[in-house]
């Protein structure tokens, strides 16, 4: 099912309470776990963006801009923000080129002693990254 993006504008309401949401225009809407905002207060105005009529993805002052609306990307399955899909590209290529050069160290050198540095693995993985965005 894609995602759809919502633009609210109002006063804040009313807090759950166990602080996971709030209401606004007499709805609910909860903090996503993917995304940090700050906490508006009841009686504050804001402006902010949900996911699928439900999940805060922004949230800033009236008077501000919201930032443009994520461009999900169908992956899998599952529909992914570009921020998503970025995240688990890098995760990809990082396990990719931790895998490759502990291999090929150990594999053609036969050396323990010279294992990979954090630097070695995450020059390798910004190569890998690269290729993949090409």
Do not use: C
């Not at 995240?87 to 895998?99: M, Y």
């Amino acid at each position: 099912m894609p995602v759809t993006y919502e633009v609210l504008e109002g006063i804040v309401q009313q807090q759950s309470p166990n602080d996971n949401g709030f209401r606004i225009l007499d709805r609910w809407v909860n903090y996503d776990l993917r995304t940090v905002v700050r906490h508006p207060k009841p009686g504050e105005r804001v402006k902010l963006r949900v996911r699928n009529g439900r999940y805060i993805v922004h949230l800033v002052e009236p008077e501000q801009e919201l930032p443009p609306e994520p461009q999900p990307t169908r992956s899998g399955g599952a529909w992914r923000s570009p921020e998503e899909e970025r995240r688990s590209v890098r995760q990809a290529v990082l396990k990719a080129s931790i895998g490759w050069l502990t291999t090929f160290q150990t594999r053609e050198t036969g050396d323990l002693e010279r294992l990979p540095t954090s630097d070695d693995v995450l020059k390798l993985a910004e190569k890998f990254e690269q290729w993949v965005y090409r």
